[in-house]
């Protein structure tokens, strides 16, 4: 029941997902460029 209430679209999770992992690689890079400038 409890698996049953779990939402349905896994879509919205998945580009959540996408968004942090880009963020993160963007937020990274940044750092780095910053760090060796």
Do not use: F, G, K, Q
């Not at 029941?1 to 940044?30: N, Q």
Request: net charge negative; aromatic share 8%; charged share 10%.
């Amino acid at each position: 029941m409890i698996l049953e209430a779990a939402p349905v679209e896994p879509l919205p999770i998945d580009a959540t997902a996408t968004a942090v992992l880009v963020a993160s690689l963007v937020i990274t890079a940044v750092w780095l460029a910053y760090l060796y400038r």
